[in-house]
């Protein structure tokens, strides 16, 4: 039975509990509202620099809110890194970022790194002995990094168990300075699929400059329409 991580430098975004069998599994962490990063492979360039290429699933998959989505590498022999490059939206007073890897299938070594605005690197967590499935490094009380993030650095590698595998959850961050990207605020933003509204007679509501409120309407050959509503 593996043990609980007690190495969390914040308090900890995930848990465990043992399933009605006495399975050992993993609950997605919460705070999937405050997730930066959530979709980051829509908003930035997010690629693999070094190591073996994935084996099953893709990038964005580690960015995914699904708790079931994840990346594996096979036979990973030499250190996998991932980038993410947010120099078109800077990530300023970040709290925390994090990766979740599944416990049987964790790297030995995790390195994080962020380059500043200024081009300096600043290494946030580096561990060569990890036996956390969960690795989060608290940045609020780095006075260095007000500056702001224009790229994210994860170096990981080393295998903890038999299987020749590494497998990756999630790539997550927290900012006091930036909503989270999951779920569109009330105040309104940026979304990254369709918007689908099933039940007939509800839609997109628009007010108008004299405050009159119109529902936008589609007929069964495609016209938009609108309707007075108020």
Known sequence: MPEK???????????????????YVNKNFSGNQDDVL???????????????PVSRGTLADIFNPVPLKNVIWDNPTSPITLEIDMSTDILYYPTYIGMQFIYYRRPTNVKIEAVLTDNSI???YNVDNNNSDLVICSTQDTSSLYIGIKKLVFTFSGLNTGESKISLKRIFAGSSNTLGKTWLPAMGGEIYGDLKFNVLNYGVVLKSQNGSLYRITVDNAGN???????
């Open 5 to 23: 991580s007690s190495s969390y430098i914040l308090p900890p975004a995930s848990d465990y509990e043992f399933g009605s069998k006495n399975e």
């Open 38 to 52: 959530a979709y980051a492979t829509y908003r930035f360039n997010v690629v693999q620099t070094a190591g073996v």
């Open 122 to 124: 600043r290494v946030l």
């Open 224 to 230: 938009l329409k609108t309707l007075k509503i108020g």
